[in-house]
């Protein structure tokens, strides 16, 4: 019983060949095509409004060296966002539950926005490894500790990702399989557990939300300490 709580987070096969790049790839399909009119539907209307909320939001903190990162951003942003909602359906499977992919997400954007900083201000760049006014015996202490923190970002950001997925996935199973479970012997405790099962789709769907906006917001904080 244990195991199969956990089978929604295996990489899907067909005729031994993975399924994954599959389920990445097909948000793209929900994306508006380039067309030669300005307005072609509401649809695609309403997506290019939500797109240019999204790049403002993200690029309000950055400075204007940063605004070349928008693209990237926003695409990483509405990626994650769809692919996290996609994933909510029934019978689907969510590439964000998976560690090595978030990390495989996380730590090439956080070298990139550290070999910026390392680029275009060195000194500046290694003078977050030491705050001013530090006492000298504590410099080399406070070295190594900013330095581990420093680089346990990618980690932090795929972790943070994985797990909050993770747990929203295997609570709504738990739900449900209760759910399904109480219902020809406690009808009226199915009922509730019904009514917090739908609660905890609704907060499924803004954790979703959250956690792409937040691994792409920490990624534009990251850029802005680095510009």
């Given at each position: 019983?244990n ?8 990489s899907?096969?067909f ?12 948000p793209?399909l ?12 509401r649809?695609s209307?309403?997506q290019?409004w939500?797109i240019?909320?999204?790049?403002k939001?993200?690029m309000?903190?950055?400075?204007n060296?940063g605004?070349?990162?928008a693209?990237?951003l926003?695409s990483l942003?509405?990626?994650?966002l769809?692919i996290?909602?996609?994933?909510l359906?029934?019978?689907?499977f ?12 996380a730590?090439?954007?956080?070298l ?5 900083g390392?680029?275009n ?11 001013e006014?530090?006492?000298?015996p504590?410099i ?5 500790i900013?330095?581990?923190?420093l680089?346990?970002r ?5 972790v943070?990702?994985t797990a909050n997925?993770?747990a929203?996935h295997l ?5 449900s ?18 009514l917090?099962l ?14 792409a906006?937040v691994?792409?917001?920490l990624?534009?904080?990251y ?5």
């Open positions: 019983m195991l199969s709580f956990f089978d929604q987070f295996s899907p096969t005729l031994g060949i993975p399924l994954i790049l599959i389920s990445m790839t097909f793209a929900l994306l508006p095509s380039p067309g030669n009119r300005w307005i072609t539907s649809l209307t309403l290019l939500f240019n909320l999204v790049t939001q993200l309000m903190p950055l400075h060296k605004h070349k990162w693209l990237i926003t942003m509405i990626f994650l769809l996290n909602l996609l994933g359906l029934p019978y689907t969510t590439p964000t539950t998976q560690l090595s992919m978030n990390l495989a997400l730590f090439p954007l956080w990139a926005t550290l070999l910026t390392l680029r201000q060195p000194s500046a760049s290694l003078g977050h490894l030491l705050p006014g530090t006492p000298t504590l080399p202490a406070l070295i190594m900013e330095t581990t923190s680089l346990i990618p980690l932090a950001l795929g943070r990702l997925l993770t929203g609570l709504i199973q738990l739900t399989t209760a759910t399904m479970a109480l219902f020809s012997t406690m009808p009226a405790v199915s009922m509730l557990a019904l917090v739908l609660l905890l789709t609704i907060l499924e769907v803004a954790v979703a939300m959250i956690q906006y691994f792409v917001l990624l534009s904080l850029l802005q300490e680095n510009i």
